[in-house]
């Protein structure tokens, strides 16, 4: 009786020595040059133009208001500041582009276009990439950046700091007015001569928008603490609704979403 139970276990044995005893190793042998399916040489093609595009692909992408996205991070540090009383005021940034809109304008994150068309119009001519160092700046970012300046036009989407890769500071003040040399109202450039700037060279306004330069050794500050110079650029009027750009500390405040 006891054999029915072993006989599974003797025949199982008495199969895997049969299959090794069948099992025969051949390496399999196949010459450089053999192939199992013929393929054809790649074409290499270019990409197609976007429909906006004229002279074909840019080098360098193409400034959007996502360029503008507040640069403010939790890993700053704490600011603190020594006020004209003696007393030490504390500044902490904000979560940055992870943390917020940009500024909205009618339930939309807007930029003004003419910054942005500018910025891209600078590197499409210049053929060097502009960076963006400062777009958007939510007012936590603002007071960090800059805690004696409480009425940036950063805050409000109507103002921009950049440099441009590799080109000179003069150059870029050049594209910046020969952007605007066909339109008779805006071609018209003056200087700003009061004494309230931070800059050295004296600042340049149409009525649409004022720039200034800031030299390697002016105006640093936690957004700009590159070694290069750089430009600051604001929108002094909207020409689409003919209405001055002003910065408003309600407005500031109110239109941006804390996520
Ligand atoms: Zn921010």
Known sequence: MIWLFLLPFLLSSCKADDREMLTKAEPIVRKSNNKEYLLKEPVIRPSPNYPW????????TKITKEHFRCKGSFTNPVRTVVQKSGSL?????CGGMDRHSLYLKEGQEFIYPVLINLLNYVQEVSEHKVIVT???RCPDHSIYVEPSNRSSKHMVGAAVTFYVQDYEIQKV???IQKYYVQDKKLCHFERYTKEDTDCSIQPWMNKEIYFKVYKENEG???DNSHPFSYISLQVRHDMSC???VVYSWEEAFRSYLRK
């Open 53 to 60: 595009t004229k002279k074909g692909p840019s080098k360098y």
């Open 89 to 93: 005021e504390r500044y902490f940034d």
């Open 134 to 136: 400062s777009g958007y």
């Open 173 to 175: 003040v050049n594209l």
């Open 220 to 222: 640093r500050n936690c």
């Open 242 to 244: 003919d209405k001055k």
